[in-house]
């Protein structure tokens, strides 16, 4: 079992930049496959963006592609999230979560453990 915890979220300008940060704790980080995911007022969840174990393979939605960036640091047990050129659209609760599921998993069934989340609201 893994422990998630997200930080880093904010008020931002639209254009502007934000670095979320997930720390794990439990068992072995580098065991899952992780990911990001976001919930807007209103909406359902839906996926950011994912790596795999090592970091080797990535994927992302097409919505944040170019502007987001996913990485991770297995040494630290820490999952990140590198928001540029945010738009007021981006705004919604982000959420880490861990998978099992190889190389790594973009849809919220295949992920089995989650953070609580944490709110980036982007003004225009």
């Known amino acids: 079992q893994v422990q998630l915890g997200e930080s880093g979220g904010g008020l931002v300008q639209a254009g502007g930049s934000l670095r979320l940060s997930c720390a794990a704790s439990?068992?072995?980080?580098?065991?899952?496959?992780m990911g990001w995911f976001r919930q807007a007022p209103g909406k359902e969840r839906e996926f950011v963006a994912s790596?795999?174990?090592?970091?080797?393979?990535?994927t992302y939605a097409d919505s944040v592609k170019g502007r987001f960036t996913i990485s991770r640091d297995n040494a630290k047990n820490t999952l990140y999230l590198q928001m540029n050129s945010l738009k007021p659209e981006g705004t919604a609760a982000y959420y880490c979560?861990?998978?099992?599921?190889?190389?790594?998993?973009?849809?919220?069934?295949?992920?089995?453990?989650w953070g609580q989340g944490t709110q980036v609201t982007v003004s225009s």
């Open positions: 979560a861990a998978t099992t599921y190889a190389p790594y998993g973009t849809r919220l069934s295949q992920y089995d453990y």
């Open positions: 439990g068992r072995t980080f580098s065991s899952y496959a």
């Open positions: 790596i795999s174990r090592i970091g080797a393979s990535t």
